[in-house]
């Protein structure tokens, strides 16, 4: 898999300002299998096979720090906004981590944070790399953390 770089993540559009295109309704966010993450960058990838060329596997990778998408597909790559683009918050949504993070409560949470954290920075000093469940881990933990601070940072409804 070719990892997006950061310059080419901050060249692509934010989720935010996506329209939706016609073909999102024929997919969903579990069609996009999580394909790795690198806590360095804070981007996740996620694949899925191509619709239009047999063997071509599509990866689009999240900005879980700042919410850029990009998608390595034809769509994308002749400008149109493409379905996997749509679905990939929602596949880092549904990821395991994620999960386990939502789950816990603040406290457990800055925890859970740390702990990996630690393990990142301890596997990287002694192999020169993280390992991925601690990895994946701790992106969740942040992303569920800066969820909770907007939540929190929102005026009350009236
Ligand atoms: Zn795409």
Redesign the pocket.
Known sequence: MSAPTVARLAASTPAASIALPRSVILHTAAELTYAGCDDLTSIVHFAAPSQHAAGRV?T?SLDTATGQIH?E?K??ECGQV????CYVVAAWQRHQAVAEARALTNAKLLKYGKKHAFFVANYRARVGRAGEYDAVRLLAARWEYRQRRALAAMPPAA
């Not at 493409?82 to 683009?85: E, K, M, V, Y």
């Open positions: 599509n689009v998608c597909c769509g994308a493409c379905w996997h683009r």
